[in-house]
């Protein structure tokens, strides 16, 4: 028995996974750490995939189609894995992926002629983003 260690010793030694948030955020803390932000916008990027881009005016900014369905798979992953109680890599993953969608979407889809598919879905990303990247900057340690 000399090395095995107790388990509250054992459970000393690991980092807490959260903190209870303050203030405004408060209110918005379960909804972060719940699967919902993610999985609402991750039907919004399968429908779209199912839109071809020639239905687009030519001059209208519309994602392509890989981008379209890869992001749709991610944002379901991320709902999985915050379902499955990992609010620590599952709102990382939701917040890393917001970000790479915004970086690469944002400008050109916030520049008229506008296509409403593409501001949802851009608008979408933005909260997720927020919400879930708040709850990983935040209030994880």
């Known amino acids: ?49 199912v839109v071809p881009s020639t239905v687009v005016r030519p001059n209208v900014h519309f994602p392509p189609y890989l981008h379209r369905v890869g992001f749709s798979l991610v944002f379901g992953g991320a709902a999985y894995v915050l379902a499955a109680g990992d609010a620590r890599n599952g709102s990382g993953i939701a917040t890393a992926w917001s970000l790479t969608y915004l970086f690469l979407h944002l400008r050109r889809s916030l520049k008229p002629p506008f296509y409403p598919i593409t501001l949802a879905m851009t608008a979408g990303t933005a909260a997720c983003a927020a919400l879930c990247g708040t709850e990983y900057f935040m209030y994880q340690t």
């Open 1 to 49: 028995m000399q090395g095995k260690e107790s388990p509250e010793h054992a459970n000393s030694s690991s980092p807490s996974t959260s903190k209870t948030a303050s203030g405004v955020f408060s209110h918005f803390q379960p909804y972060a750490r719940s699967k919902f932000s993610p999985l609402a916008i991750s039907p919004c990027f399968a429908a779209s995939a």
